[in-house]
């Protein structure tokens, strides 16, 4: 069973940045899962924000292209997304989530996932 925990989230004013980073299981880094982070607003559906794969290539949602990076440090276990100039439509909880092998980018496709940390851009 991999387990997830975010951090770093927390309140920031438009334009400024945030570091999210997520801790986990040995296994999920050791065996290079597909790892993603995830968001959701209220009322709204979850949405992915970036995602990388086994080879450490990356993907991102258009509306994050450019001011947001996901990174990964397997040695450390730790999945990370730099968020840069941000803007209040980026309020959400945010998730990071995992899978052994890749299937999609969408919510479905991950199998695990940890309880979120709050991003409020005010």
């Known amino acids: 069973h991999v387990q997830l925990v975010e951090s770093g989230g927390g309140l920031v004013q438009p334009g400024g940045s945030l570091r999210l980073t997520c801790s986990g299981s040995a296994d999920a880094y050791a065996y290079r899962y597909h790892m993603g982070w995830f968001r959701q607003a209220p009322g709204k559906k979850r949405e992915g924000v970036a995602a990388i794969d086994s080879a450490g290539t990356t993907s991102y949602a258009d509306s994050v292209k450019g001011r947001f990076t996901i990174s990964k440090d397997n040695a450390k276990n730790t999945l990370y997304l730099q968020m840069n100039s941000l803007k209040p439509v980026d309020t959400a909880m945010y998730y990071c989530?995992?899978?052994?092998?890749?299937?999609?980018?969408?919510?479905?496709?991950?199998?695990?996932w940890g309880q979120g940390t709050q991003v409020t851009v005010s």
């Open positions: 989530a995992a899978v052994r092998y890749f299937g999609g980018n969408c919510p479905s496709d991950f199998r695990y």
